[in-house]
């Protein structure tokens, strides 16, 4: 569970609704795009609040950890992923990527978003490297093997490829679009 | 303006009196379509009180300026926040004290009649949930029927027309509500009666209500006569009371019929359920006044605010009443049934006795509607 990070934590326990939102919403302004919110609560309603209200911010709802009576949501703040134009030349759609894995070939499934996201679903024994720390850990991988790299829409994963071919990988492939339209097995926790 | 607390009560006089009023839900969308507060002449918006942190003003066109305005949230916090909001720009709004969660627990005493004798019958109406619990009372005694697990709300009412309460009854195990039979029957030392067949389970002592049994409540001779009635639980029992009342539990409602399904045995009690329905019930006085254990849209509501019909008008309108095929009927009461109650599962063992959940996750497993019918 340690590898569960998120780049602020708020604490709203014992705060009864509105409260929790209020403070969320109020903490979340501060945060930068694409980091990640821990919200601790101890109202039972924050977790389809915190949820329903993500979704109509345009925020990312990851998942809720219940821990007795301690909720602790996370939340990652809206980006403009989508937008950045892509930039390495080798890419694979999910549907192909699907079929590989299937067919269990010796492949390497790198999810570089952020361990948040990666905890509450990814695909099954993907190795988790969020893009902010793939310059220092880059050495955790095998340079003679495929590298699929995914993320949620196919943008962080990108610049991660695009990280691993400076630093002299050659087998590396972008999944695109990733997570958001994955269909194939995933697995949570 | 002004922000003013409006209680449960207040409002259930409203929905009794068919009264306006715009209620302006500040709950998530889904908990609104799930379960809101039902009146005939209510007028509803829906929109988050997370949508509404940077202000009102973007939805003060859509509150009327010449209606009342209630502003309801599930516990209450958003709702006087939102509330105090309207006030700000000029409105005269009120909050529902305690929320749904106090909605959900108010019960209503309604009389429905007297007994032949020196005596008076009660319904308690779940205005909120939808169930209907019941109080026999002659001669300083009183006997309970499907208490809710609001037992104090029945122990004032006793101790505030004087009776003693030497008898309490569940109709079946309940699936929808946590009953509070057992508890009333602890405090005030009355004797606990259940169907055998449904307490097979159960972890605690009670006396079997059995096809026959005559309990008298008060010296004046009160009979209430129980009828094995099975189809909703395998030991759904009925009762007769001062052969004027027809107590159906969830077997009978208003316009609607029992639903077989919530034991996980839909197809087994299929027969059971045509029979009670369409010879049992056949059998009895179609003078009595059936007083069900729920209803399920407000449209049921009597004008005074009570639920009840004489069995022989249910014969003529109530649809699950007038099946003739038995494949049809059949089809109605295992297929497209409703979604089943919150938490129905655990709520039957919390009524057994298995778990003992605290107050605040009763409350959690009881919320939304009771859906035990179908029509």
Known sequence: MEKLKANVILDAKGLACPMPIVKTKKTMSGLEAGQVLEVQATDKGSKADIKAWSESTGHQYLGTLEEGEVLRHYIRKSSNDEKIERKHPNVINNSELERKLEASENIVVLDVRETAEYVFNHIPNAISIPLGELEQRSGELDKEKEIYVVCRTGSRSDLAAQKLAEKGFTKVINVIPGMIQWCGKTTTL | ?375
């Open chain 2, 1 to 375: 303006m002004t922000v003013n607390a409006m209680t449960s009560k207040e409002v259930t006089r409203k929905v009794f009196s068919k009264e306006e009023l715009f209620i302006l839900d500040v709950r998530n969308e889904s908990d609104f379509q799930d379960w809101k507060i039902e009146g005939e002449n209510f007028k509803y918006l829906n929109i988050p009180y997370f949508e509404l942190l940077d202000g009102v003003e973007g939805i003060m066109d859509k509150i009327p300026s010449d209606k009342e305005v209630l502003v309801v949230c599930a516990k209450e916090g958003s709702s006087i926040m939102v509330a105090e909001m309207l006030a700000d720009e000029g409105l005269t709004v009120s909050y529902l004290k305690g929320g749904m969660k106090a909605w959900s627990e108010h019960l209503e005493p309604v009389k429905v009649g007297d007994l032949k004798e020196a005596g008076e019958f009660y319904q308690f109406v779940r205005i909120g949930k939808g169930c209907l619990s019941y109080m026999v009372v002659s001669n300083g005694e009183a006997a309970i029927i499907d208490a809710t697990r609001m037992t104090d709300i029945y122990l004032e009412f006793a101790d505030s027309i004087g009776a003693k309460i030497t008898h309490v009854f569940d109709t079946h195990l309940h699936a929808d509500h946590i009953s509070g039979g057992r508890n009333i029957a602890e405090k005030t030392g009355a004797t606990y009666w259940l169907p055998p067949k449904d307490a097979t389970e159960v972890t605690f002592a009670y006396q079997p209500l059995e096809d026959g049994n005559l309990v008298e409540i008060g010296n004046v001779e009160i009979n209430i006569h129980a009828l094995y009635s099975p189809g909703h639980t395998i030991g759904s029992t009925s009762f007769i009371v001062d052969e004027k009342f027809l107590l159906s539990g969830d077997i009978l409602f208003i316009d609607s019929i029992g639903r077989p399904d919530l034991a996980g045995l839909a197809q087994d009690w299929v027969e059971d359920l045509r029979e009670s329905l369409y010879k049992r019930y056949r059998e009895l006085s179609e003078e009595l006044l059936v007083l069900p254990a729920h209803f399920m849209i407000i449209e049921e509501l009597n004008e005074d605010g009570s639920v009840s019909e004489k069995l022989g008008t249910l014969y003529a309108k109530n649809h699950g009443l007038n099946i003739k095929d038995e494949n049809e009927f059949r089809k109605l009461v295992t297929e497209n049934l409703p979604p089943q109650p919150n938490a129905y599962q655990e709520i039957r063992e919390t009524n057994m006795g298995k778990i003992n959940p605290d107050e605040e996750k009763q409350r959690e497993m009881e919320i939304g509607p009771n859906r035990c019918a179908v029509r």
